[in-house]
């Protein structure tokens, strides 16, 4: 009995999610555009957009009369009738963005963190900080929750810090339930560029294919959409590009291995040297590419940022001459579409995704 209560609700959920999906991508939508673009019933898309109307998700906005067969009622989603936080934790900062249900960027805001914070002193921050946002803009049942993008290791499943390089007070530390209750609102925590690589797939939509997030911001790492999802891995600790080793008798690591990507670049990066810097990374795009053969390579990061161009042009060089030999096999590369915004934004989509979204898994 409860199976079967559980499958109604998920299939209701679902096909909730899948009418979401047309209104975002399409803004502007009537029921035969969600029948055609989902394969459902034209009497459960009705339903459903009852539903939707009532909860203030979507509206009627127009009438299309055709010059032959029945008036159409066409919809729109109501961007500002949900909004989500996200929270991007850096090492040194905490960057906060409103989003709205449609995905657009409302405020942002960057702070300081204290040097080497506790998970206490977070906490805190989080809270002034959503605070005065959530005030601000007058958000009074409309807050979907909080997505957190964080730097790792991390365990996405069990909304675990496991131990962030350079933070000391980060071991096994349950960030996602401790939010919870110091915030008391729902809670979606990531690594910070499986947060940067939803971002980009929301911008992108459907046309987005097999991606990666190259992050560099005191450290580096990379996100990956892969089959039309985000890919975390058996351990949801994907993502740790920074310590793949590019030189085997390169200098040590805080990782505790030589030549990582991350170290080589660093020391480049430290002497000034930015054009080499860059063809580091580049070395590491190419053997992702060779290993996952992606269709979209997207730049982001507060210190990449700082020498777009370089990065950019050394990427984008090593591409096509390194990696892409033959004409059938193409990758774009390009700088993220939210600049700085990217992680934030990207962590707030995760909560609206995981209540107004495609439901990850099945109930069980
Ligand atoms: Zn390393």
Redesign the pocket.
């Known amino acids: 009995m409860t199976r079967i209560t559980a499958d109604v609700r998920f299939l209701r959920g679902y096909n909730q999610a899948l009418v979401m999906a047309v209104g975002r991508t399409a803004r502007r939508f009537e029921r035969s555009t969600v029948v055609e673009a989902t394969g459902l019933t034209p009497q459960a898309v009705s339903k459903v957009i009852a539903r939707l109307s009532a909860e203030g998700l979507i509206r009627p906005t127009d009438v299309r009369r055709p010059g032959v067969g029945k008036p159409a009622v066409v919809y729109e989603l109501v961007p500002d009738s949900r909004y989500a936080i996200g929270a991007h934790v850096a090492r040194r900062t905490l960057r906060l963005v409103l989003v709205d249900l449609a995905g657009t960027v409302r405020h942002s805001t960057v702070s300081p963190l204290p040097g080497d914070f506790t998970p206490p002193q977070l906490l805190d921050a989080l809270r002034s900080g959503i605070d005065a946002m959530a005030g601000n803009a007058d958000l009074r049942g409309r807050l979907t929750g909080v997505g957190i993008g964080m730097i790792g290791p991390l365990d996405h499943a069990h909304g675990l810090v496991r131990g962030a390089h350079g933070l000391r007070h980060w071991h096994d530390v349950p960030l996602r339930e401790i939010a919870e209750e110091h915030l008391g609102l729902p809670i979606h925590l990531d690594k910070d560029v499986t947060a940067g690589i939803t971002a980009e797939a929301w911008r992108h939509g459907a046309t987005f294919g097999d991606a990666a997030l190259i992050m560099i911001e005191s450290g580096i790492g990379g996100g990956f959409w892969l089959g039309g999802a985000a890919h975390r891995g058996a351990h949801t600790n994907a993502g740790e590009f920074?310590?793949t080793v590019v030189d085997l008798d390169g200098p040590r690591?805080?990782?505790?291995?030589h030549g990582?990507l991350?170290?080589v670049h660093q020391h480049a990066a430290d002497a000034g040297d930015m054009a080499r810097a860059a063809r580091v990374v580049a070395v590491g795009v190419v053997n992702l590419l060779q290993t996952l053969d992606l269709a979209h390579v997207v730049l982001a990061g507060a210190d990449l940022l700082r020498h777009p161009d370089t990065y950019l042009a050394a990427v984008t060089e090593a591409v096509s001459a390194d990696a892409r030999r033959a004409n059938w096999l193409s990758t774009r590369v390009t700088l993220s579409s939210l600049g700085a915004d990217a992680i934030a934004a990207g962590a707030a989509m995760q909560i609206l995704d995981q209540h107004y979204g495609i439901p990850e898994l099945a109930p069980t």
Do not use: F, M
């Open positions: 920074g310590h690591c805080v990782c505790g291995r990582c991350e170290i």
